[in-house]
């Protein structure tokens, strides 16, 4: 029987040892699909494409793998430029696959006609069209070209009839992309460079980042604990480090209590940015302020600050680990930040609402430290991603290069699949969740399990308190309420809604014990976020 282009995508897909394909499907995706079930690829039917690119890139980070996102032509391939840029920004390995319009229709034929590779090429490192004769290593080149760090996107488009027609003679093969390095510099040298700056700081803080290879935390750990030094993560590393260490300083780029945490950068005198990337700061202190870069690939859109020199993280810690003692010792010179950092969490009870800070002890107790932690985009995001207190490497989730709301429930979706039986925990204000909800009943046909914390608090509260702070009129910020534990039990999931933080600790204990999914409504007052920001 003859090959057609479609099943050698699928079989090239299979190969690679990916096992799910996450999307919602077209007219001109259906042969793909079906190839791709024959090739042993599930296909996880979504109800939108931004929350199946979603999902599919967190899927494939946790797997050691590019994620896999299919949608149709016009409409479908729109809504995926989201997840894609997602992942651009936030160095996620994703390949997208849409459909497009055959090259032989007719120039008048315009109908869901959109320039798709032109629109998706600024945001991916490789864009080609799978043809007959270039399909056999089309899409292993492309998988390849999203998994060199810094990850990165690829995007491969397949029109309905290539799909069928059998393989061609090879072409020219399609070119393999890699992004540029810039020669990593000597380890040894780098580290007694290291040592010396250092050996003159009185208050180093190091600040660990996006760039930084979750595969490295023991060894950095290591060294950090070895020679007890101070440490701030970004919130796409928590997890990083331990942070409830008594090294720890907190989460730096805009999270809540950033006002301290900018603070607690400008009083170290030395700043070790290790793998810092700016993409995840929306403050410019990262331009401002003077940083030793400790960088092994350029940051988010290519770029390396001028006269870096590139380090291998892996080489340059193991030298610093054989360097010899430390090269002096510190007795915690952010003890002060760190304690005003903790005392935000304390706060005022009001009747029918709990405070924030609650939500946080009461679900950490509840929860084993291994428990994965997705956010959405909002106060709540903030809440989270500096008290959160990780202490597991890949274990907290959230949009912070692109910011985008509606994000906690598709990662925890891809987390829930990728790790079956880890916990999660999805963390959204009721503004994403009412963005994307439907996503529960996803969950609930495709077997992913957790439990998910909606804010209630009426608004788009993050941004109700950007108006107030510009003393603009209250306009426009509040919403009627949409009852979570309804739209949660119509989606097949169970739902309670409590503002006792006890209760809520025994209900998401007990959920996770049963591996059950569960959402919890709690009421919460939006101007307490501001105590905290
Ligand atoms: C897709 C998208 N649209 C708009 C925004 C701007 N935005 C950031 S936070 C926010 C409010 C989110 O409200 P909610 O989900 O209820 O969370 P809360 O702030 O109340 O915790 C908005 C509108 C965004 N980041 N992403």
């Known amino acids: ?62 797997k050691g793998q590019a994620g896999v996102a299919l949608a149709t032509l016009g409409p479908g391939a729109a809504n995926l430029l989201l997840p894609v840029s997602n992942a651009y920004l936030d160095q996620e390995p994703l390949l997208a696959i849409t459909a497009q319009i055959p090259s032989e229709f007719p120039k008048a034929h315009t109908h869901q006609l959109l320039p798709l590779q032109e629109i998706y090429r600024p945001v991916c490192r490789y864009v080609e069209a799978i043809t007959p004769s270039n399909v056999e290593t089309v899409v292993s080149r492309a998988l390849d070209a999203c998994r060199e760090r810094p990850f990165a996107v690829s995007y491969l488009t397949l029109s309905a009839r290539d799909a069928v027609r059998p393989l061609a003679a090879p072409g020219s093969p399609p070119p393999s992309i890699q992004p540029e390095h810039r020669p990593a510099g000597d380890p040894r040298q780098q580290a007694e460079a290291l040592r010396a700056r ?22 950095l750990r290591r060294w950090l604990d070895d020679w007890n030094l101070p440490v701030a993560v970004t919130p796409k590393v928590k997890g990083i480090v331990d942070e409830t260490a008594s090294n720890f300083v907190g989460v730096v780029s805009g999270m809540a209590a950033d006002g301290l945490m900018c603070e607690a950068l400008e009083a170290a005198d030395l700043r070790i940015g290790f793998g810092l990337d700016p993409v995840e700061v929306d403050k410019t202190w990262h331009a401002e302020l003077p940083i030793h870069w400790v960088l092994d690939a350029p940051n988010a859109a290519g770029l390396l600050p001028p006269d870096v020199t590139p380090v291998n993280h892996a080489a340059l810690i193991d030298a610093l680990l054989e360097s010899g003692a430390p090269p002096r010792r510190w007795a915690a010179p952010f003890a002060s930040f760190q304690q005003r950092r ?12 709990m405070w924030p800070g609650d939500i946080i002890r009461a679900l950490a107790t509840a929860l084993p430290a291994e428990t994965i932690v997705t956010t959405d985009v909002g106060s709540h995001k903030y809440l989270f991603g500096q008290f959160w207190p990780s202490r597991v490497p890949d274990t907290f989730w959230m949009s912070n290069g692109l910011s985008g709301m509606a994000y906690g429930i598709s990662a925890a979706i891809g987390a829930s699949l990728a790790r079956p039986g880890q916990p999660v925990l999805a963390a959204v204000g009721d503004g994403g969740f009412s963005m994307n909800a439907q996503e529960l009943e996803t969950a609930e046909r495709v077997g992913a399990r957790f439990v998910t914390i909606v804010l209630e608090d009426g608004s788009y509260s993050l941004i109700k308190l950007a108006q107030e702070g510009r ?9 009627n309420r949409i009852d979570t534990v309804r739209m949660a039990e119509s989606c097949g999931v169970e739902a309670l809604r409590t503002s006792d933080p006890r209760q809520l600790a025994d209900a998401v204990s007990r959920a996770m014990a049963k591996r059950r999914s569960l959402v919890v409504g709690v009421p919460v007052h939006y101007e307490d976020y501001r105590r905290m920001f």
Do not use: C, Q, W
């Not at 007219?27 to 199946?52: Q, S």
């Not at 250092?198 to 060894?219: E, F, K, N």
């Open 198 to 219: 250092l050996a003159a700081a009185d208050r180093p803080l190091v600040v660990v980042g996006l760039g930084v290879d979750s595969s490295l935390a023991s060894r």
């Open 1 to 62: 029987m003859t090959t057609t282009v479609a099943a050698a995508a699928a079989r090239a897909i299979a190969a690679a040892g990916i096992d799910r394909v996450f999307g919602l499907p077209g007219g001109e995706v259906l042969v793909l699909i079906d190839e791709l079930r024959k090739a042993g690829v599930d296909f996880v039917l979504m109800r939108h494409e931004a929350n199946a690119g979603l999902a599919a890139a967190v899927y494939g980070k946790l």
């Open 342 to 353: 903790l005392a935000l969490l304390e706060g005022p009870s009001r009747p029918g609402v």
């Open 471 to 479: 003393k603009l009129e209250p306009y426009r910020m509040d919403f």
